[in-house]
């Protein structure tokens, strides 16, 4: 049984400061990792992917992937109001990215002005 | 990115009956899913729609449930049949471009 476990929250933030959210997975045969964010009422969007451990950085985005500890997080820099959402960890258990994604049950991130 | 249409955007439907979702990409994948996200839960996928062959149901999805259709690489077609209003839900799908996927505006259905 595949599983991707977040905190479900809410994480309240203060505006401009570093947003930390988390996320560990049970397949250790994991091969690519995804971080999307949804608004009420829409639907997911990519925020970015990472296969490798370590960090990868986009914009005011890091992923860090740690395959050892089954742990994959995202930081959010400078965080704004318009931040406020769920993050959506999922992952991809098939190389080439031929299955679909296991998602957590998302985290909901508040940035307070 | 993708540009990824569904029709109906929403709908109200009386439980016994069925309703086929259209999805339309703009560009030629092999790899589409469908997925489905209940109230205030997360995605849970429903099954693969590969082009010219059967698609592939998860764990706790039956094709007579939720039939799919493929007849090209840029179209596909999820029925929710025999509505209970259980299956009231929003519907994703989504297509695979390289490693990442993108999805579809959903399909909010409800079942009285």
């Known amino acids: 049984q595949k599983e991707v476990e977040q905190n479900s929250g809410p994480l309240s933030v203060p505006e401009g400061a570093i947003a930390s959210l988390n996320c560990t997975y049970s397949?250790?045969?994991?091969?690519?990792f995804f971080w999307y964010r949804q608004y009420s009422g829409k639907s997911p969007e990519l925020i970015m992917f990472i296969y490798s451990n370590g960090d990868k950085e986009d914009g005011r985005f890091t992923a860090q992937l740690n395959k050892a500890s089954q742990y994959v997080s995202l930081l959010i820099r400078d965080s704004q109001p318009s931040d406020s959402a769920t993050y959506l960890c999922?992952?991809?258990?098939?190389?080439?990215?031929?299955?679909?994604?296991?998602f957590g049950k998302g985290t909901h991130l508040i940035i307070q002005p | 990115s993708a540009v990824i249409s569904q029709k109906p955007s929403r709908d109200i439907c009386q439980r016994g009956t069925s309703l086929t979702i259209q999805c339309q990409v703009d560009?030629?994948?092999?790899?589409m899913f469908w997925y489905r996200q209940q109230p205030g839960q997360s995605l849970t996928l429903i099954a693969t729609a590969n082009q010219g062959s059967e698609a592939t149901y998860e764990s706790g999805f039956v094709i007579d449930k939720f039939p799919i259709s493929r007849p090209n690489l840029t179209f596909s077609t999820l029925t929710v049949s025999n509505m209970s209003p259980e299956d009231s839900s929003i519907y994703l799908c989504?297509?695979?471009?390289?490693?990442?996927?993108?999805f579809g505006p959903g399909t909010r259905l409800l079942v009285l």
């Open positions: 999922a992952v991809n258990t098939r190389e080439g990215g031929a299955d679909g994604l296991t």
């Open positions: 989504s297509e695979r471009l390289g490693e990442t996927q993108y």
């Open positions: 560009s030629q994948v092999t790899m």
């Open positions: 397949d250790r045969g994991s091969q690519s």
